[in-house]
């Protein structure tokens, strides 16, 4: 197996706080490597350094060969970046944008302009090309800063957080798009909060908290690491949440969790559903929904970190 | 050979690494400069607001000040003017390399920088492709100012080349003076505080200069400030090029100035720059 990005230790430290403490990274080249974790990881800080715009202060690390600090312009030939936030000139139009990428980076007038307008019709912005980026919405800006992304021809993409704050049906979008990337050979190295995303997307996860890699694996092998199914009960009346609280403490060491309507616990094997079954009739509660399942990367970093990610609302609602 | 999926052309996943260059040739920075700089003048199309800003505002000064203070400071309006175009020429440049310190910092609180830096282009390329811009509306505002200033009456005393002369002089000082500023872009990162800056720091430098007002009619306290004020020395300067008085003097000790800057300003500038980005 061929890795395209190599990380060894990297530290990077802002004053008193590292934001990075010695991460490893190894991303087999042309596939999607998620960087899971909260915010203020230093999933951003991982990714500055591996696009050349922050210089560790320790550890190092390459692209496709390259030392993303001695070789910073061959880096920079190979990868693109798809910031946390939209990176692209407000006052221009979309194909603006693109056309100076273009000729910034060698392209005659001509073909920076088929460039441009080529990305503009496969993210479908082509009706948009010419309206400046500030009338865009959130969808339309960040497909267009994938496209700003796309303009060399990358074989390194570094997505930042790419659905942060997209409704569903962009992020929807979004991930297709990402998925599309893969098929032709482009490494990427996805940072996202959203457990869906990088369950969805990525081939291979680093879940990192506090500036180290807590947890590396394919999103099975993370979710079988903890062991665990979760079960899930749906009362048919609300006012049976607590009771039904009850009846699944018995059954868990941990306290089980209320989210909605429902009621979630961790436990150990198959064999509870009978015994729980019983309970609930016993205490004569109607259920409404009762389900077993294999843990989700969500209910993986609850077990990895002891905390929740602060988005978790927001990620399983997604 | 590009694959395509979804319409999207990629990369190359079997070109050749070999194919990199290991640095950017000085020809290719220079291009590539020019490409910011056409960026930056093409938001002007855009942003109609900036066309005011640099075209319409020094305009609205020239006039303002020459019809409604000109009688009061100068006897007549038509005198006034021959003696304070050269002060609004300067206080309009000086207030242009505003701009590009709102600009610097606007980049880099928008994430465009990152972007730009992200590219293999040259470092300095961002910078420098906007100071080159900025240069090239001053230039602008400075020809209207002069051609709507022939219209109203006013007298060049010299000549072409001391016109010339003139605008020449003026750019190399706001160039010097743009180091300082991109050096406070680079430190508050926030166009607001940018513009508080100019407020505090460039309204009162200007205003207490002879740009718009002798200095003899000015309190004695204020007087020696005024005539030690660099912003008084570059409009004698420019006074002296294109309507009458001396030359030599004002015109050394703008440039003198000028170096001043550059020498202090520009290492800050820089490295405030290469540090932030």
Redesign the interface.
Known sequence: MTYSIIADGLVKRFGETRALNGIDLAVPTGTVFGLLGPNGAGKTTAVRILATLARPDGGHATVCGHDVVRHAHQVRQLTGLTGQYASVDETLTGLENLVLIGRLTGQTRAAARARGQDLLASFRLEDAADRAVKTYSGGMRRRLDLAASLVTRPRVLYLDEPTTGLDPRSRNEMWEVVRGLTATGVTVLLTTQYLEEADLLAGEIAVIDHGTVIATGTPDELKARTGALTLAVRPARAADLAAVRAVAAGFTRTAPEVRGSTVAVPVTGEDVMPAVVRRLDDAGIAVAELTLRGSTLDEVFLSLTGHRTEDELEGSAA | M????????????T?A?GA?????RPL?GL??TL??S??TL??VK??PAELIDFSVQPVMFLLLFTYVFGGAIGGSPHAYLQFALAGIIVQNSLFTTLNTATGLATDLE????????????ARF?PLAGRMVADLAKQTWAIAMLLVIGIIMGFRVGTGPLGVLAATALVLVSTLAIAWALVLVAMLAASPEKVQIFGFVVLFPLTFTSNAFVPTASMPGWLQAWSKANPVSVLSDAVRGLMVSGPVARPVVESLLWAAAFTVVFAPLAVRAFKRR?
């Open positions: 590009d694959s395509t999926v979804m319409g999207i052309t990629v990369s190359d996943s070109a690494v990199l260059t290991p640095r950017v290719a291009r590539q490409s910011l056409w960026r093409v938001q855009h942003n928008k994430g465009f920088f990152d972007r730009l830096r992200s590219l293999p282009i390329a980005v």
